[in-house]
């Protein structure tokens, strides 16, 4: 059963500061997802990386996958209010067609 | 294009009732998925449909749980009887098919209170 931790589970900051988050296994994925995720609502994908090693960027957000493909990190630079919501990294098990969702990071910014 | 819908966004039911949750994938989405999220962490997959065969249902409660996909489209997914800890979001998600299967798109969710 492949698993994704995540760390921190959560994490308060002030606007402006730089956060990492990390997503962890001990199983290789043929791609790895990051979504995000606000109360009430569904994640909405926000990257996708395939390749080892790969190396993403959107606007303020940067998304690294593992070289050997079962890890990866988000870091997100001067963070912002509108940046709060639960993030949660997702592994495409090879093979199989489907998702393995990580265990989620909450991430509250605060003015 | 309209995104994934769900219905009802909201439901309250006492233990040992059922309950009926639906899913419309995005138009020409041949893959369907039903996810439990409890509060604060990640979806867990019950079950997922190619068109309206079932590929993956081995973590879906089989005593309780069901689903069906009639004519590949719409989704059903019940509970019967209900329990205390089935209470989660039950999110439906689409995708074009197997070959983009990490490309999910979610619907809001239905919030499932058990009391």
């Known amino acids: 059963t492949q698993l994704l931790e995540q760390s921190p589970q959560f994490l308060s900051i002030q606007e402006g500061e730089n956060l990492t988050v990390y997503c962890n296994s001990s199983s290789v994925f043929s791609s790895l997802q990051w979504y995000r995720q606000e109360p009430g609502e569904g994640p909405v994908l926000l990257v996708t990386v395939v390749t080892g090693g790969e190396v993403k960027k959107l606007k303020r957000l940067t998304f690294q996958f593992g070289d050997a493909r079962k890890d990866s990190s988000l870091h997100i630079t001067a963070a912002q209010p509108g940046d709060t919501g639960l993030y949660l990294c997702?592994?495409?098990?090879?093979?199989?067609?489907?998702?393995?969702f990580g265990t989620g990071t909450r991430l509250l910014v605060s003015p | 294009e309209a995104g994934v819908a769900q219905s009802p966004r909201y439901k309250i039911i006492e233990k040992r009732q059922s309950v009926a949750f639906w899913c419309n994938p995005i138009?020409?989405?041949?893959?369907l998925y039903w996810y439990q999220q409890i509060l604060g962490q990640g979806p867990k997959l019950l079950i997922q449909f190619q068109n309206n065969g079932v590929v993956d249902d081995s973590q879906l409660p089989k005593d309780r749980f069901s689903a069906e996909r009639l004519k590949g489209v719409d989704s059903t997914l019940k509970i019967q009887p209900a329990k205390l800890e089935d209470s989660a979001v039950y999110l439906c998600?689409?995708?074009?098919?197997?070959?983009?299967?990490?490309?999910?798109?979610f619907g809001p969710g239905t919030r499932l209170t058990v009391t």
């Open positions: 997702a592994g495409e098990v090879t093979g199989f067609q489907k998702l393995v």
């Open positions: 138009s020409g989405h041949a893959t």
């Open positions: 998600a689409s995708s074009l098919g197997a070959v983009r299967a990490y490309e999910q798109y």
